[in-house]
Nanobody, 125 residues
Framework: EVQLVESGGGLVQAGGSLRLSCAASGFSFEDYAVGWFRHVPGKEREGVACMDSSDSSGGTTYYVDGVKGRFTISRDNAKKMAYLQMKSLKPEDTALYYC???????????????WGQGTQVTVSS
């Protein structure tokens, strides 16, 4: 069974940091690009960061403009894990964060093949 399970969300003050984790199982994680998305009720889901299948330092990454310099995506294929390190958090970063995987190139928009259930991030001002 394919599973993506996010963790690491929570309540943090503005300026703080969180690291989200995504545990993958049931498929060949190393063959998939990974993306992090977020959703706020009433707004469209937004691609935040994505990374191609390589977990080396030369792996291709993309970020939405609003998080560049603050968020870092990474992965460990041996552990079947993906991460999103978030620093200098702002109240507007409050959202339900999802990880997702897809074959092919890393992109900041659907379609993605598999999705997790999400982890809530709340940033207080």
């Amino acid at each position: 069974e394919v599973q993506l399970v996010e963790s690491g969300g929570g309540l943090v003050q503005a300026g703080g940091s969180l690291r989200l984790s995504c545990a993958a199982s049931g498929f060949s994680f190393e063959d998939y690009a990974v993306g992090w998305f977020r959703h706020v009720p009433g707004k469209e889901r937004e691609g935040v960061a994505c990374m191609d299948s390589s977990d080396s330092s030369g792996g291709t990454t993309y970020y939405v403009d609003g998080v560049k310099g603050r968020f870092t995506i990474s992965r460990d294929n041996a552990k079947k894990m993906a991460y999103l390190q978030m620093k200098s958090l702002k109240p507007e970063d409050t959202a339900l964060y999802y990880c997702a995987v897809r074959t092919g190139d890393a992109v900041l928009h659907p379609p993605y093949d598999y999705w997790g259930q999400g982890t809530q991030v709340t940033v207080s001002s």
